[in-house]
């Protein structure tokens, strides 16, 4: 059974960086996209960003483009999401998941169905 861990996030300042992680057992992604969502206080769960199982595609949420990076190492079984330029407007519970894909460079962060696997979250607070 896959099982996703997130860790890193914290409390930043706005114009700040920080570098979440996803941390798979159970079952190697190597078939697997990734994919982070956040939940913002007052609104629905929305993704951020994906990276397709070889890491030959990527997509991002217009509010986040140019701000965060997501990338994966297959050998350690774990995704990241590099944030920088942080805004308050970041602020959030941010989710990694998993979606069985192959080795197809796709990957989307348009819909939560295809994502069967879920961490439980980690807080990021972008604050002065």
């Known amino acids: 059974q896959l099982q996703l861990v997130e860790s890193g996030g914290g409390l930043v300042q706005p114009g700040g960086s920080l570098i979440l992680s996803c941390a798979a057992s159970?079952?190697?992604?190597?078939?697997?996209?990734i994919g982070w969502f956040r939940q913002i206080p007052g609104k629905a769960r929305e993704g951020v960003a994906c990276i397709s199982s070889r890491g030959d595609s990527t997509n991002y949420a217009d509010s986040v483009k140019g701000r965060f990076t997501i990338s994966r190492d297959n050998a350690k079984n774990t995704g990241y999401l590099q944030m920088s330029d942080l805004k308050a407007e970041d602020t959030g519970v941010y989710y990694c998941?998993?979606?069985?894909?192959?080795?197809?460079?796709?990957?989307?962060?348009?819909?939560?169905?295809?994502?069967?696997?879920w961490g439980q979250g980690t807080q990021v607070t972008v604050s002065s």
């Open positions: 159970g079952v190697n992604l190597d078939y697997y996209s």
């Open positions: 998941a998993a979606a069985m894909s192959g080795l197809l460079p796709i990957c989307t962060i348009r819909a939560e169905t295809p994502f069967g696997s």
